[in-house]
């Protein structure tokens, strides 16, 4: 299978890019790793006139902890994420999320901001940035006058937006990224107390998520929940964050019952559609025992107990 | 486009339009046919080849991504004209049936032996997580790695 034809450029900088993007970002798609953008062109789902070769570009392959955050540049691989110190001591959610996504093959060359940029339903980083209230850094040519400071919760640092994932995330392959923009990081917040879990459901390795669930839990000097992320995979229209589950938790002591409590909240928030990998009950009844797995094993994590 | 690119030790220039596919320079362009296709959907792996030592499935990659990068294909894993370890190891225990993917098979073998010279059972069916082998013969794979890890191990401490 062949895509349509495209020009290919693969600029060496950082600048380079960002003066094409805001020449002809309409016509360009960005290629990172290449590992959906590549299938889809080769159906001719996507068929972009200019396509964007990042992986020359230098220093956007870190992941690297300071002021508060933990950031994911552009070229982190998903192995990368399986690989890293600073992922496996600060934050428990991304650990446990990495080595399910795809296979180990495409884990070498797909990249985590670029799946939260292709925003497939189905795509497992995107609920795991929803639970941790990750922020992604876009950053442009025109920098800051091109958009209005301030405006839905975007902040304005440099030539950059720095955009809550939520409001990044619009509806499925739909982002707030605009055309001359780039995703060069994405921001995860770091905590004192906190721990995480993904559950996945696949038929098989290199599958999409038949159900996933992300939790993240931190917890207060008292042992009470002071801040709780749940979302979900592949079992509604967009990642869903389960906003009620997680208000829920806060100000709680961790426990079955809580825990129990806020799977019922997600089993009924959930939208899935009955297909190949199962019926809609099904997923349903999977995403509550999920849930209340994944918030168990965040929450041991969180007091100590690594598992 | 004019792009170079080292394929088993050797620089290989020529031209190629942007949309070829890697696994197809390899094949039509160089004529080295040991890599295969297989789902041509980066689902079987048995495209693979190593990226400057990294295992990707060339059926996902464009050729113009490898300019000025080295490629190893399965026919790069011969040393000095004999068997690598891990040839010799699938020919010993039986490590392929139809042949199909085990060009993919031995270089993710390798890989993996390069980064870790122990793998467990697990870890190496771990590694081949992302190639099939329609003849599910998995378990003589499995063996055939472990073979060839322990004979690299033993010819690194003669």
Known sequence: MYPAKFDYLAPESLEETLSILAERGDEVKILAGGQSLIPMMKLRFARPSTLLDINRLPGLDKIESSNGHVTVGALVRHNDVVRSDVISSENALMASAAPWVADPIVRNLGTVCGSVAHHDPEGDWASVMLALGAEVVATSKEGTEHFHPGADGERI??????????????????????????????????????????????????????????????????????????????????????????????????????????????????????????????????????????????????????? | ??????????????????????????RSTLKLTGTHIGCDTTSCGVCTVLLDGTPVKSCTVFAVQANGRSITTVEGLKQNGQLSPIQEAFKEHHGLQCGFCTPAMMLVGSALIEENPDPSDDDVRWAISGNLCRCTGYMNIVKSIQAAAAATREGASA
């Open chain 2, 1 to 26: 486009m004019n792009i170079t690119v080292n394929v088993n030790g050797t620089d290989h220039t020529a031209d190629v339009e942007p949309r070829r596919l890697l696994v197809d320079f390899i």
């Open chain 1, 157 to 307: 640092t440099g030539g950059s937006r720095v955009i809550p994932i939520d409001r990044f995330l619009v509806d499925m392959f739909t982002t707030s990224l605009h055309p001359s923009e780039i995703i060069t990081e994405i921001r995860v917040p770091r905590y004192e107390r906190g721990g995480g879990n993904y559950q996945k459901l696949e038929r098989k390795i290199g599958d999409y998520a038949t159900v996933g669930v992300a939790a993240h839990l931190e917890l207060d000097d008292q042992d009470k929940i002071s801040k709780a992320g749940l979302a979900l995979t592949s079992v509604a229209s967009s990642n869903l964050k389960v906003t009620e589950a997680e208000q829920m938790l806060v100000g709680e002591s961790p426990g079955e019952e809580l825990f129990a409590e806020a799977a019922k909240v997600a089993r009924d928030a959930c939208e899935p559609a009955s297909d190949v990998r199962g019926s809609a009950e099904y997923k349903r009844h999977v995403v509550e025992v999920y849930t209340r797995r994944a918030l168990a094993e965040a929450s041991q994590i969180a007091q100590g107990g690594e598992s």
